[in-house]
Every structure is written in C-alpha cells, then in structure tokens.
C-alpha cells in the first residue's frame, strides 16, 4: 500500500519573474492561517535548488535562447532522481515546485521507475510549454518541459540560432531519466491551454493534442471532460498530473508569474484535480507557479492551498492510501 510523499522543489531560475521559489513556503502559510495540519500528515522531502545562480550571472552572460540552461539540467536531474526514488519505494509523489520546468524532472523520473509502462500527462495549464530554445520568445526554460520530455526541437519553427554549448546541454537535458521521448505526444491532454506561441500551435497541430478548452469545460461538464481524457489516455498504464496555477483565471490572483485571463474558477480547478485523481492510474501529482511575490493578502496561495488539501483527500478516499508509510 501506498503512502503520500511531499516533495518540495523550490526552484525559480526558468520562470520569466522571480518569487516562484517562495509559493510553497506561501503554500505553507496558508496552511497555518486555515488552521490545517496538512503539512504535518506527510513525510517531505526538498530537493537542493540552483537559485543562487541567478546570483552569479552577470546579465550579458546569461543565455538569451535558454536561461540558466545549466542550472535547469541540474535541476531536472535532481528531480528525476528524487521521484523515481519515491516511486521505486512505493510511496505517491505529491509534488510542490515553484517554475513548471522541473515537471520534465517528474516525467523523467516516473519514466525511469516503470521504463516499460506506457505514461500519459495531462497538463492542466494556461500555457502548452512546448517551446525548445530553437523556438522561445522569452528564454524562459518553464515554457519548454513538455518539449524536453517528448523529445521535440520544433526546428522547422526556428527563430533562435543556438550556441554549440546550449545545444549540448539542452541535447543532455532530453534525455535525463530514459534516453530520448518519454511520453508520445499522443499521450498528453491539454486542459485550459489558452496562451500559445505559433510555434507551439505548430506542434499541437502536427501531433493533434488532445485539448480540453475552458468553454469545452464549461460545456460538457467536469465530470464529462474527466470521462474523455480518461478514454483519450485508455491504452496509458499511468498518469502524471501537472496543475500549474495559471491554469485559473488572471482576475482571481496575480499570484503567478504569467497570468492570463478567461481561465478556471477556484471551484472549477479544485473539481477538475479531485475528479482526475480518482482514476487509479494516476500515481503522481504535481502544483507548480504560485508566487506570493506578486500577489495581493497570499490570495493565491490560499486558493492553491484548497485544491491541494481537497485533491489529497481524493486520493485519501481513491485507495486508503496511509499518510505515512
Ligand atoms: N509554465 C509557464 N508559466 N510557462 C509560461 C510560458 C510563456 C511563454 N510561452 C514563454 O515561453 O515564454
Ligand atoms: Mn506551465
């Protein structure tokens, strides 16, 4: 039987603004002021971050087409390591990272704990992440884990011309965990995807991602879009979950590094997590992007605090998985 493990990634070097490293202590705080014990149910472990980077890197040093490129390889395979170690021992890695970079950590590493089991995503997000270096209009490495983990420099989309050195370590960051693709882009559900690159329509057009939009949501009904994605990844023996709050709408809380309008409610988000995890295939979580730094009384942390307590209490009830093992 299993038990939930917290893994706490606090790392902000690929997010576009700084703070993200702060939205688990904000998490935290959140906890405390509702009065919950949440965070004294599980085991935790904190993966070492490279925040100190952003230190040392003077502005022209930094590279424009993949920020802290080497921090973020570090980075990924340090997360990889950690949650295969957590899988490979049994436990449920309930995952709560600042920048939504390190997600291809938790994709590499759940690959690396069941290499033959065939692994579907489903990325509740305002944004696709599938951007490589070749194609980024920003350099920030947090809209780039979808494309590290299915393998993908979209170059018939180039607009950036590579140092040798980025493209070596952004070929070594590919295939952290498992050489080359760990999960075929057939495998992976979009859910409120609203703020793309051409690049990335590019992509999701090439590949025919499956996209579940928030007026398709509010359409056919939660419980419905849950049906369909659980259909869309039948022939997936796992699933990975990865809610990244900017999924919700920018009016709730600006308490995320790229907020964008016309997206979830609270309730919807909260709702959406809980039903999706009581498909028993799902066998890691994870919360990314809240960041207190610029938001208003901690709103969104608290708000991301509910669907974390609500979405573990689903999987509490899915299986009588023990808080601690
Ligand atoms: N995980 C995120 N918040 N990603 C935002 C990415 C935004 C934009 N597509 C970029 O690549 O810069
Ligand atoms: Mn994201």
């Given at each position: ?7 706490e ?5 690929a ?17 405390l002021?509702?009065?919950s014990?949440?965070f004294?149910?599980f ?18 040093d930094?590279?424009?087409t ?21 899988l490979e ?36 997000d ?6 490589s270096?070749?194609?980024?209009p920003s350099g ?8 590290m ?25 590919k295939?952290i965990?498992?050489?080359?693709q760990k999960i075929?882009?057939?495998?992976l ?8 690159e051409?690049?990335?329509d590019f992509l ?12 398709d949501?509010?359409a056919?009904g ?14 997936c023996?796992?699933?990975?979950i ?11 809380s600006e ?9 979830l409610t609270?309730q919807?988000?909260l709702e ?5 995890i009581k ?13 207190p730094?610029?938001?208003?009384m ?8 509910d669907?974390?307590?609500a979405?573990t209490?689903?999987?509490?009830d899915?299986s ?5 093992a």
């Amino acid at each position: 039987m299993e038990a939930i493990k917290l893994i706490e990634v606090k790392s902000e070097i690929a997010a576009g603004t700084r703070g993200a490293s702060l939205g688990i202590d904000a998490l935290k705080t959140a906890c405390l002021d509702k009065g919950s014990d949440f965070f004294a149910q599980f085991d935790a472990e904190e993966v070492e971050n490279m925040n100190h980077m952003m230190f040392e890197y003077a502005e022209e040093d930094i590279d424009k087409t993949a920020k802290y490129i080497e921090g973020v390889y570090t980075m990924v395979k340090r997360v990889s390591r950690t949650i295969s170690f957590a899988l490979e021992d049994g436990t449920f890695p309930l995952v709560l990272a600042g920048d939504h970079s390190t997600a291809a950590g938790t994709i590499a590493g759940i690959k690396k704990a069941y290499p033959f089991k065939r692994l579907g995503v489903i990325w509740i997000d305002a944004h696709a992440d599938l951007h490589s270096p070749y194609t980024t209009p920003s350099g920030n490495m947090h809209g780039m884990p979808l494309a590290m983990v299915i393998n993908e420099d979209n170059l018939k989309c180039k607009r950036n011309e590579l140092t040798a050195e980025t493209k070596e370590i952004w070929n070594k960051i590919k295939n952290i965990g498992v050489r080359g693709q760990k999960i075929r882009p057939q495998d992976l559900v979009f859910i409120a995807v609203r703020d793309t690159e051409p690049e990335e329509d590019f992509l999701i057009k090439k590949y025919g991602i499956k996209h579940f939009k928030v007026s398709d949501l509010r359409a056919k009904g939660i419980k419905k879009v849950v049906k369909e994605t659980n259909t869309h990844l039948m022939e997936c023996d796992i699933i990975y979950i990865s809610f990244d709050v900017d999924s919700m709408d920018s009016n709730i809380s600006e308490g995320t590094g790229t907020p964008v309008p016309n997206g979830l409610t609270v309730q919807e988000a909260l709702e959406l997590n809980c039903e999706l995890i009581k498909n028993k295939k799902v066998c890691c979580w994870e919360m990314v992007e809240v960041n207190p730094t610029l938001d208003s009384m901690n709103q969104m942390a608290e708000n991301a605090f509910d669907i974390l307590e609500a979405t573990t209490q689903c999987l509490l009830d899915r299986s009588n998985v023990p808080a601690k093992a």
